[in-house]
């Protein structure tokens, strides 16, 4: 079975701070998606990486970046932190295989 | 536009009691549609998918989805919830297997004793 890891697990910030945050597809899966997930706004796409090439993007701000290593394991960056972007950051394999998440929250 | 429509916020059903959670979708292809389950503080968990074939799905814990086309609606099923299904459900839509998925807003489901 595939698993993902996510870490850090909880992370505090303060505004105007940068945060990356990092997934680990334990099986080597070449797709990795980010999701954030915030009670007003629900589950939205962030953007998905294959083959470390960005396929996709959802709409967010450029502040929101991401990147994709060889060995398929992904970072997604927050720069600038404002404090609408205190959420849960999921990422996912196939769009099937979710981690547990980071929970994000900015002060 | 895509987009996945959850029309209960919430329900509450009786331990062994039959569910059914509402899913609507709007999309212009032949979409991929998921179910999936989130525990509070958890992240989330494949409760089934379709892609194509059989429109009656089954999926893991006992949960089953049909697939309608002519009612854009992936229902989910359970004939006999257990106190450990409380949790959040969420249906999603997609273009393919490792494509954006869309996905609604979720239905929380409490379980009466």
């Known amino acids: 079975k595939a698993g993902v890891t996510q870490t850090p697990r909880y992370l505090i910030k303060t505004r105007g701070q940068q945060v990356t945050l990092s997934c680990s597809p334990i099986?080597?899966?070449?797709?990795v998606s980010w999701y954030q997930q915030t009670p007003g706004q629900g589950l939205q796409f962030l953007f998905e990486y294959f083959s470390e090439t960005q396929r996709n993007k959802g709409n967010f701000p450029g502040r929101f970046s991401g990147r994709q290593f060889s060995n398929s394991r992904s970072e997604m960056n927050v720069s600038t932190l404002e404090l609408g972007d205190s959420a849960l950051y999921l990422c996912?394999?196939?769009?099937?295989?979710f981690g547990p998440g980071t929970r994000l929250l900015v002060l | 536009a895509q987009s996945v429509t959850q029309p209960d916020i919430h329900i509450t059903v009786s331990e062994g009691a039959s569910l059914e959670l509402r899913c609507n979708y709007s999309?212009?292809?032949?979409?991929?549609l998921f179910w999936y389950v989130q525990s509070p503080g958890q992240g989330l968990q494949l409760l089934l998918k379709y892609f194509s074939g059989d429109t009656l799905v089954q999926g893991i814990k006992g949960f089953e989805a049909e697939f309608k086309r002519s009612q854009s609606s992936f229902n989910l099923r359970k004939p006999s919830v257990h106190w450990s299904d409380a949790a959040e459900y969420f249906c999603?839509?997609?273009?393919?297997?490792?494509?954006?998925?869309?996905f609604g807003k979720g239905t929380r489901l409490h379980i009466l004793p």
């Open positions: 999309y212009g292809a032949t979409p991929y």
């Open positions: 099986s080597g899966h070449r797709s």
């Open positions: 996912a394999i196939q769009t099937q295989y």
């Open positions: 999603a839509v997609g273009a393919g297997r490792d494509d954006k998925i869309i």
